[in-house]
């Protein structure tokens, strides 16, 4: 009961015919950035912080938040229909939104995107008012352990993204793993193959080798085509058109709902973030898809998947903020600095010392999350004339805007060329049919496992049954080694099974 007086608190603050204005604003600016290749929400958030010097605190916070969650939705419109990533999150909707779009399908792509941030957004709000303080403290129980078994169960999602060549696939995750230990060793802090140059020493950056690998890539890769436009008929943009038809939601469904429960969970744990989860929600589905053939040629479970998923993985990284003063990933690190700006101090007591501006800021979840679907739904025909623009000119805007976006990360020329020899390597790959994904998956978890990993056998002596001697790490350790054998395990069965009646 007293959950609900409090939430009814908040609505009514966030409903304040400024602090909507606020919300308004925050949803359609973070659309918009995150739609921008290369800048995302946490450069976004720092890049727009100075805007609420002199602000209510309230009406601050509210701002910066619905910057926060629009630019995690804008990833997916230029992942949809360009196949560049606007955000690193949005990496896993290129697989299926891009292929959507090809076969006429852009507006079914869009909406269940937008359907799919709102459930996982609006389920998770719902569950930060009534688990946060509990989920927190598991949380603070994950060490290192715990951290090397989440990320072997993300690598686990690779056999979903080899493609039709699964050796390819893992030889393009070893690659990514060799990414992965460039820059200086966090153990010794000695570097490794960064060969004398100081540009190498902090590691090649995740966002320089999506940005390269897939936008680059597609863009040489149309260079050599005929400048041939995708159509996009009016009728499959009329309103009806972007709501997911029932056959839609048969297909999608369930993995919404598990992706939304994964984006929450690892979106809570300190520095997995939405990159993880949604690489595991979309890996996820693949494997447990009835008709997982279908994984890269456009099927809208493909989408719904990573989408629920990076939108319900912003919404837990607030828990650890809020309640425990602890930043679950870069976004929410600038969002600590606005609240200690603001003169707030993050932690068990914010809520006791200053309910109507957290509560405010829960409010403000509810009601941007409705008027970021209700955005979407109204723009997505704008945004689809981005396909109506020529080929030459569109590619040549793009690129333009990724290199901005790859300088803008450390303000260095150096990034820029690194960003255009991934470019170069993203197309070759293309053309001997090498998927990017495993690249980027590998490069993303490669320092998280390998740190860990590192870290739980000095805490442990050398001994590596660490891993399965704590209940949550034996848990996830269990789960991963399950999925790992379970596609032998099935041939075999199936290969049992046929073997009496041949």
Known sequence: METMQNLLLGLSVALEPLNLLYVLVGVISGVIIGALPGLGPSAGLAILLPLTFGVDPIAGIILLAGIYYGAMYGGAITSILINTPGDPASVMTTMDGYPMTLAGRTGAAMGMAAFASFIGGTVCVIAFMYLAPALAQVALSFGPPEYFALMLLGLTTLAGMTGKYPVKGYLAAVCGLFLAIIGLDLVTGLPRFTFGSLELYDGVDFIIVAIGTFGIAEILSAAEEKDTKI?????????????????????????????????????????????????????????????????????????????????????????????????????????????????????????????????????SMYVGNIVLILTMLVAVPIFVRILDVPKALLNGVVMAFILVGAYSINNSMFDVVLTVAFGLIGYFMKKMHIPAAPLVLALVLGSLLENSLRQSLILSDGNPLVFFARPISGTIMWVAIILIFWPVVKNLLKLRKSAPNQ
Not at 252 to 262: A, F
Not at 326 to 347: H, I, K
């Open 231 to 363: 159509i996009v008929k009016r009728e499959d943009l009329a309103w009806r058109k972007l709501f997911p038809t029932v056959q839609d939601w048969l297909h999608s469904g369930w993995h919404i709902v598990r992706g939304t429960i994964i984006g929450f969970i690892v979106g809570i744990l300190p520095g997995a973030g939405a990159t993880i989860a949604s690489f595991i929600s979309y890996g996820m589905a693949k494997r447990t898809s009835k008709r997982p053939e279908m994984f890269g040629k456009g099927a809208i479970e493909g989408v719904a998947a990573p989408e629920s998923a990076n939108n319900s993985a912003a919404m837990g990284a607030m828990v650890p903020l809020l309640t425990l003063g602890v930043p679950g990933s870069a976004s929410t690190a600038v969002m600590m600095g606005a609240l200690m700006m603001f003169g707030m101090r993050p932690g068990p007591l914010l809520f006791e010392e200053n309910p109507e501006f957290v509560w405010g800021l829960i409010g």
